[in-house]
């Protein structure tokens, strides 16, 4: 690893910015003088967007980067692209988002209110919000959000050691395929997120989820002028949402280029950061 957490939380700290609405938040920004581009961190589920570390310290060398937790004083995936693009437009700065599953939907959400302040997307292991997914597809979603919702309010009383026992678990058929690299950045990403997981961050999470539905129904014209600067990076081997739903992002997104060799399921992009970062760094130098 070419950096530790600690290393990272020195070099990049914390910066404060509050919203119109008084919402704080907290985030954490390299401005590369040698770049006119900036790069857009957005974490999933877990809610930590210190995970990632080295992703940002590799993007660094090339781009502007930020990453950020979402506020957790707001609670729609509306109100937190609200957020996000004001961050953005008190920075001066139009944005790649960079959206790993949760944060592929709030990426798809910002692009959707403020084309004013996106210049691409690169969606990892999420799913469309769009409104020509299958019918298959739309029913696997709402049951997922289903689950989101029970599990936001089991979150409330159960003890957090088993919370944190249902979230990191891997899959031990797919830990068997990883290389002696990707278990050795599995095993970081695990202890990271038990040290830093919190009821709070991950009801916040939860409820972030279970909010999607409120933003199902997307409109291709509504991404139509991202044509071309969209990546998405599926894994082969990730179960996390259902075929159909993924399927139709890559329908969704106009002339998006599609690229399933990360493996490692859901969390690939974490278990192979070099290789994602490699991925990024091409295809929006391309652009």
């Known amino acids: 690893m070419i950096i530790t ?4 939380r020195n070099k990049y700290p914390l910066q404060q910015f509050t919203t119109s609405g008084g919402a704080p938040v907290e985030y954490r920004y390299h401005k590369n003088q040698g770049s006119d581009k900036t790069l857009v961190l957005l974490i999933g589920t877990i809610g ?3 995970a990632f570390y080295e992703h940002f310290e590799l993007l660094s060398k090339d781009f502007s980067v930020i990453t950020l937790d979402y506020p957790e004083k707001i609670k729609t995936v509306a109100g937190t692209a609200d957020a996000l693009a004001e961050l953005f437009q008190s920075l001066g700065v139009k944005v790649w988002l960079l959206g790993q599953s949760l944060g592929g939907f709030v990426a798809q959400v910002t692009a959707k209110k403020h084309p004013e302040v996106v210049e691409g997307l690169v969606l990892s292991n999420t799913a469309s919000l769009g409104k020509h997914m299958s019918s ?3 029913k696997a979603l709402n049951e997922m959000l289903m ?4 599990n936001q309010k089991l979150v409330s009383f159960a003890p957090m050691r088993y919370i944190k026992s249902k ?3 891997v899959d031990p058929q797919l830990e068997e395929s990883f290389t002696p690299q990707q ?37 291709p014209e509504d991404v139509d002028y991202l044509n071309g600067r ?25 002339f ?8 490692g399921g859901h969390l690939a992009m974490f278990l192979q950061p070099a290789e994602y970062v490699e991925k990024v760094r091409s295809f929006v130098l391309s652009r």
């Open 5 to 8: 957490v600690e290393e990272y």
């Open 48 to 50: 930590n967007s210190d």
């Open 136 to 138: 298959e597809g739309i």
């Open 147 to 150: 689950v989101q919702n029970v």
């Open 167 to 169: 979230l990191l678990v």
């Open 183 to 219: 278990k050795e950045y599995s095993d970081a990403f695990a202890a990271l997120a038990d040290a830093t997981l919190s009821r709070g961050r991950i009801k916040h999470s939860l409820t972030l989820l279970t909010d999607l539905a409120s933003e199902f129904g997307m409109a």
């Open 230 to 254: 969209v990546l998405l990076l599926l894994s082969p081997d990730d179960r996390m949402f259902h075929k159909d739903c993924t399927d139709a992002l890559t329908r969704f997104m106009p």
């Open 256 to 263: 998006a280029q599609v690229d399933r060799s990360l493996t």
